[in-house]
């Protein structure tokens, strides 16, 4: 049982912001908590702790169509909870040293920019009309 300090931070944060306060119901080496899910509300949510992966893993029940039966690491519940607050998180873990291969979270170079530059590409592209051929309004 090795959280990281950035996760865990993380945790309590989500935790705080939950309609109800997760239930402990695991041990000191298995921790578990039972919570609502953050994304669909569904009750008996569980965050398991997961040893080999040194986090913990959310799992909301699929037993009824409303939920959203998300399974996930802890990173990628933040990503799908409060993508902004993911984009924080994953910069702590950068400067935290544990990002990249053998961890279970991306660099901040992996995610944000490089799509962000893609995509400003394609709006310069559909925002500046062709004038090449076209005379200018001044007369000159
Ligand atoms: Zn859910």
Redesign the pocket.
Known sequence: MNEYLVDRKYRNLLFKCLDHPPQFIGTHKNPRWQMD?P????WR?QLVWIDQRNTYKFV?PSNSRR????HAEFPVLLKVWNPALYLQFVQEREDEGTVGAGFNCPRVADIAPQRRSRRQLKWRKCQVPDQVNEPSDDGS
């Open positions: 899910c994304i669909c509300g569904a949510s909301c939920n959203c039966g998300l």
